[in-house]
T-cell receptor
Framework: DIQMTQSPSSVSASVGDRVTISCRAS??????LGWYQQKPGKAPSVLIY???ILESGVPSRFSGSGSGTDFTLTISSLQPEDSATYYC?????????FGGGTKVEIK | QLQLQESGPGLVKPSETLSLTCTVS??????????WGWIRQPPGKGLEWIGN???????FYNPSFRSRVTISLDTSKKQFSLRLTSVTAPDTAIYYC???????????WGQGTLITVSS
């Protein structure tokens, strides 16, 4: 199985700050990685697919990068509505696996 | 707009079988290399993929569930189902149904249904 390790597990930042979340795969997954945002009481929603392609309707302050084993989700200017938990997921091979999540809080 | 809706019992007794159904509406169900999947989330914890059924009927399961899980498809009703046997307290979670296609992430999700395992 491919293990997905996210860091940090939580981050607290101010509005306007740049926030970076890392996701590492235990083996190479090309660019077959997605990022999700989950708000309390809601299902996750996809932000990014193919490691760096923004899903339609997602604000441009979100961006993704990486390939192989190391990936990054960046929020360029944190907004109050970005308070949520973020997950990465590899879609390269079965079993599909998620990272442990990163909780983003607003200071 | 594609919509998915889980339905199930809410409460299941230990050692019994959990059965959930996901009903798909508002979009295509077959073809397009669609996978229909189940993901769960224990209260306050992260996401865990349970398994997928491809529109052809092929299934893919998380080995963590060994032989306890079965996912099936009913294309005539635009539904797919999850069956998890011998449940215990750690199976208490919000269960989501969702769709993905090929190497893309799950792009449509149900609202989730809380399943509690308790006597």
């Amino acid at each position: 199985d491919i293990q997905m390790t996210q860091s940090p597990s939580s981050v607290s930042a101010s509005v306007g700050d740049r926030v970076t979340i890392s996701c590492r795969a235990s083996q190479g997954i090309s660019r077959r990685l997605g990022w999700y945002q989950q708000k309390p009481g809601k299902a996750p929603s996809v932000l990014i697919y193919d490691a760096s392609i923004l899903e339609s309707g997602v604000p441009s302050r979100f961006s993704g990068s990486g390939s192989g084993t190391d990936f990054t989700l960046t929020i360029s200017s944190l907004q109050p509505e970005d308070s949520a938990t973020y997950y990465c997921q590899q879609i390269n091979s079965f079993p599909l696996t998620f990272g442990g999540g990163t909780k983003v809080e607003i200071k | 707009q594609l919509q998915l809706q889980e339905s199930g019992p809410g409460l299941v007794k230990p050692s019994e079988t959990l059965s959930l159904t996901c009903t798909v509406s508002g979009g295509s169900f077959g073809g397009g290399d669609f996978h229909w999947g189940w993901i769960r989330q224990p209260p306050g914890k992260g996401l865990e993929w349970i398994g997928n059924v491809h529109y052809t009927g092929n299934t893919f399961y998380n080995p963590s569930f060994r032989s306890r899980v079965t996912i099936s498809l009913d294309t005539s009703k635009k539904q797919f189902s999850l069956r998890l046997t011998s449940v215990t307290a750690p199976d208490t979670a919000i269960y989501y149904c969702a769709r993905h296609r090929g190497y893309y992430p799950f792009d449509f999700w149900g609202q989730g249904t809380l399943i509690t395992v308790s006597s």
